[in-house]
């Protein structure tokens, strides 16, 4: 028995909690920060306390993300989001918890996806709590700005991008059209703390299942790490599967290190739910 068919023994059992991160959607053309794609090494995320204290940094991070947006409104799901809605769609799932900001679960079909760290498709105003779509920021932005012609050199998993100096000098940002608050894409920045409600949920989520598979996430940074620390110490079967090793290796049953694309569709068939377009059913 190869790997991939003893992690699909383990996931036929079901009651699986899927905890996804960046580097399921690098086969989507967003690259993650660490992993093979990863830019980490030369992009340095925009920072909550950066965003709301510096007006200038804010107008560097939206004339950037203005650009990064199209990238990632342009994803479509891969084969390794497609799987986990069949995996889903097959009953073996208690849930998807992802601290991905693209929406590439849903759009894959996926239902009750848990975002950890927000969705770039949503603003909210940090003074009123007024939300509306990314769409309609982004035409917001077009028509204060006809004039910007920048293209974006690449595009990161928060949707930044990296961007001269030089197509800064003239971008406007725009304020909330109800009380002419400070606008923010509806994610959690690095330095921000997500809503204890939403961590709770995920808590429970965790402990209610009878598996942890994780998808491609370095488990780096605790937001992340909590959960498969939470199923570790409760006994919970922590499944990794990721390019390159991750900070919870020591804590998981078994791990695979190859790209998710590849594995995860033969996942789906071992553990019994048939890999189809989803069209088709």
Same mark, same amino acid.
């Given at each position: 028995?190869?790997?991939?068919?003893?992690?699909?023994?383990?996931?036929?059992?079901?009651?699986?909690?899927?905890?996804?991160?960046?580097?399921?959607?690098?086969?989507?053309?967003?690259?993650?920060?660490?992993?093979?794609?990863?830019?980490?090494?030369?992009?340095?995320?925009?920072?909550?306390?950066?965003?709301?204290?510096?007006?200038?940094?804010?107008?560097? $991070?939206?004339?950037?993300?203005?650009?990064?947006?199209?990238?990632?409104?342009?994803?479509?799901?891969? *084969?390794?989001?497609?799987?986990?809605?069949?995996?889903?769609?097959?009953?073996?799932?208690?849930?998807?918890?992802?601290?991905?900001?693209?929406?590439?679960?849903?759009?894959?079909?996926?239902?009750?996806?848990?975002?950890?760290?927000?969705?770039?498709?949503?603003?909210?105003?940090?003074?009123?709590?007024? *939300?509306?779509?990314?769409?309609?920021?982004?035409?917001?932005?077009?028509?204060?700005?006809?004039?910007?012609?920048?293209?974006?050199? *690449?595009?990161?998993?928060?949707?930044?991008?990296?961007?001269?100096?030089?197509?800064?000098?003239?971008?406007?940002?725009?304020?909330?059209?109800?009380?002419?608050?400070?606008?923010?894409?509806?994610?959690?920045?690095?330095?921000?703390?997500?809503?204890? *409600?939403?961590?709770?949920?995920? $808590?429970?989520?965790?402990?209610?299942?009878?598996?942890?598979?994780?998808?491609?996430?370095?488990?780096?940074?605790?937001?992340?790490?909590?959960?498969?620390?939470?199923?570790?110490?409760?006994?919970?079967?922590?499944?990794?599967?990721?390019?390159?090793?991750?900070?919870?290796?020591?804590?998981?049953?078994?791990?695979?290190?190859?790209?998710?694309?590849?594995?995860?569709?033969?996942?789906?068939?071992?553990?019994?739910?048939?890999?189809?377009?989803?069209?088709?059913?």
């Amino acid at each position: 028995m190869d790997r991939i068919d003893a992690l699909a023994e383990l996931v036929a059992g079901g009651d699986v909690a899927v905890l996804s991160g960046a580097g399921l959607s690098t086969e989507s053309g967003i690259p993650d920060y660490r992993g093979p794609s990863g830019l980490a090494r030369r992009h340095t995320p925009m920072t909550y306390q950066t965003f709301t204290r510096d007006p200038a940094a804010r107008r560097r $991070y939206w004339a950037r993300s203005h650009l990064g947006w199209r990238s990632i409104a342009r994803a479509v799901p891969n *084969a390794g989001h497609e799987a986990v809605a069949r995996l889903q769609d097959a009953g073996l799932l208690t849930g998807i918890l992802t601290q991905n900001v693209d929406g590439l679960h849903q759009a894959a079909g996926a239902s009750g996806v848990i975002e950890l760290h927000g969705n770039l498709a949503r603003v909210v105003c940090l003074d009123c709590g007024n *939300a509306v779509g990314r769409e309609e920021l982004d035409r917001r932005l077009r028509e204060a700005n006809p004039g910007f012609a920048a293209e974006a050199v *690449a595009v990161n998993p928060d949707g930044d991008v990296e961007l001269d100096d030089g197509y800064l000098a003239g971008f406007r940002t725009v304020d909330c059209t109800l009380c002419g608050g400070v606008l923010k894409p509806d994610v959690v920045f690095f330095g921000e703390s997500v809503p204890p *409600a939403r961590v709770a949920e995920c $808590y429970a989520l965790v402990e209610r299942s009878r598996v942890l598979l994780v998808l491609g996430s370095s488990l780096t940074v605790m937001s992340g790490r909590r959960f498969v620390v939470r199923a570790a110490k409760l006994g919970i079967p922590v499944l990794i599967v990721n390019q390159g090793p991750t900070r919870g290796d020591g804590y998981a049953l078994m791990t695979v290190d190859a790209p998710l694309g590849t594995v995860l569709p033969r996942l789906v068939t071992a553990a019994g739910s048939p890999v189809s377009p989803r069209s088709a059913g």
